[in-house]
């Protein structure tokens, strides 16, 4: 069945520095991936979506790469600022289709002054 | 802006009692989800419904039922709540078809203890 992989331990980085978040998955080859962003106590929400044919997608600060071949992404944010704080989850399309996501337990990353 | 609303925040029930967990979308999608949500296991899904009166098991299925009369309200009902039912609950909407619609919109959860 899917997998999905992401660090459990939380990620602490200062202020201004990139964060960079990963994603492994095996048994799957996903025609895409996403990541959300999710605070305590509140619903994922939607950030970035790159598809199996893409290797790069940005979003202002944002960065996702995808690489097939590792089954791998990996997410950045680049001049992080304490607000970037939250746990973030990365989705893979289910097998079968249909919107149907497979979700990792996500990384919670904490960005300090 | 996609709304996703879900009928409470917090709920405390009694082992043994009927539970409904209401969801609705505003934004005319097709798709609704059913998640939980435990520290160490991620979400999962429970029920999914690709249209009215549609309704697919998704992965932890068992104890839970839905209902989907109309297409922006999608319901999860626990027949008989039992403690390990104790949890965060997530109702997503999305739309199907290519681009940005395979995203997921999610409510804001109900925390759901079973006492």
């Known amino acids: 069945s899917q997998k999905i992989e992401q660090n459990s331990e939380a990620l602490n980085i200062q202020e201004g520095k990139t964060a960079t978040l990963t994603c492994n998955y095996t048994n799957y080859s996903p025609a895409y991936l996403q990541w959300y962003r999710q605070d305590p106590g509140r619903g994922p929400v939607f950030l970035l979506l790159?598809?199996?044919?893409?290797k790069e997608k940005r979003k202002e600060r944002l960065k996702v790469t995808f690489d097939t071949t590792l089954k791998q992404s990996l997410f950045h944010i680049t001049a992080s600022q304490p607000a970037d704080s939250a746990t973030y989850l990365c989705a893979l399309d289910s097998t079968g289709g249909g919107n149907k996501l497979t979700f990792g337990t996500g990384t919670q990353l904490k960005v300090e002054l | 802006d996609v709304k996703v609303t879900q009928s409470s925040r917090y709920l405390v029930k009694r082992t043994g009692e009927k539970v409904f967990l209401e969801c609705v979308q505003d934004m005319d999608h097709e798709n609704m989800f059913w998640y939980r949500q435990d520290p160490g296991l991620g979400l999962r899904l429970i029920y999914f419904?690709?249209?009215?009166?549609?309704?697919e098991k998704g992965d932890i299925p068992e104890g839970y039922s839905v209902s989907r009369e109309k297409k922006e309200r999608f319901s999860l009902i626990l027949e008989s709540a039992s403690t390990n039912q104790t949890s965060m609950y997530l109702c997503?909407?999305?739309?199907?078809?290519?681009?940005?619609?395979?995203?997921?919109?999610f409510g804001p959860g109900t925390r759901l203890l079973v006492l």
């Open positions: 997503a909407s999305s739309s199907p078809g290519g681009g940005p619609q395979e995203t997921q919109y």
């Open positions: 419904s690709y249209d009215v009166k549609m309704k």
């Open positions: 790159i598809r199996e044919n893409e």
